[in-house]
T-cell receptor, first 113, second 114 residues
Framework: EPEVTQTPSHQVTQMGQEVILRCVPISNHLYFYWYRQILGQKVEFLVSFYNNEISEKSEIFDDQFSVERPDGSNFTLKIRSTKLEDSAMYFC???????????FGSGTRLTVV | KQEVTQIPAALSVPEGENLVLNCSFTDSAIYNLQWFRQDPGKGLTSLLLIQSSQREQTSGRLNASLDKSSGRSTLYIAASQPGDSATYLCAATDRGSTLGRLYFGRGTQLTVWP
């Protein structure tokens, strides 16, 4: 069964550093998303992306965050100047068609120290 | 803004029991509702997707129902097994969202003991 692949599975970074989280969505999917889950809290929406542009973003997704689809396969989330409160599990998801269900990746655990 | 609530927060049952997990949402104007399973420290595995025009979906021992008018969904697990132990998340989209942003509940943490 096709999968959404996320790398790395775990990343530790120092406060103030920039990180890039990578995702390879399912190949025929057109809609891409990032979510995050702070330990013990709900999964929260960050951003949706379609046709090479952001479709919707949450109040969490401020100027510190950016997304990019640099080529035909990767979808990245960049976090500039990381803060301790950015520590969370970050999930990438994709969907073939709207409104269809999502397929989520296994996540990247980001730890900011 | 869509709010999703799940009860109970935790459930511990002996193997073989039939279970009902509950999910409620505040805005009935949804595109769909999706149930996920999350194992500790892992990703989200989709279990069932119910479109807004549907009343229920079934997959193996799982059955999910949707009642938009009351803002409720239930996940029924038949003949539970220890391997079913995980957190079950309910997520709803709403029609106010451009691309079907999901709103998640906090989940029900299920433990099935032998």
């Amino acid at each position: 069964e096709p999968e959404v692949t996320q790398t790395p599975s775990h990343q530790v970074t120092q406060m103030g550093q920039e990180v890039i989280l990578r995702c390879v969505p399912i190949s025929n999917h057109l809609y891409f998303y990032w979510y995050r889950q702070i330990l013990g809290q709900k999964v929260e929406f960050l951003v949706s992306f379609y046709n090479n542009e952001i479709s919707e973003k949450s109040e969490i997704f401020d100027d510190q965050f950016s997304v990019e689809r640099p080529d035909g396969s990767n979808f990245t989330l960049k976090i500039r100047s990381t803060k301790l409160e950015d520590s969370a599990m970050y999930f990438c998801a994709s969907s073939e068609e709207f409104p269809r269900g999502y397929t989520f990746g296994s996540g990247t655990r980001l730890t900011v120290v | 803004k869509q709010e999703v609530t799940q009860i109970p927060a935790a459930l511990s049952v002996p193997e073989g029991e039939n279970l009902v997990l509950n999910c409620s949402f505040t805005d009935s104007a949804i595109y769909n509702l999706q149930w996920f399973r999350q194992d500790p420290g892992k990703g989200l595995t989709s279990l069932l997707l119910i479109q807004s025009s549907q009343r229920e979906q079934t997959s193996g021992r799982l059955n999910a129902s949707l009642d938009k008018s009351s803002g409720r969904s239930t996940l029924y697990i038949a003949a539970s097994q220890p391997g079913d132990s995980a957190t079950y998340l309910c997520a709803a989209t709403d029609r106010g969202s451009t691309l079907g942003r999901l709103y998640f509940g906090r989940g029900t943490q299920l433990t099935v003991w032998p």
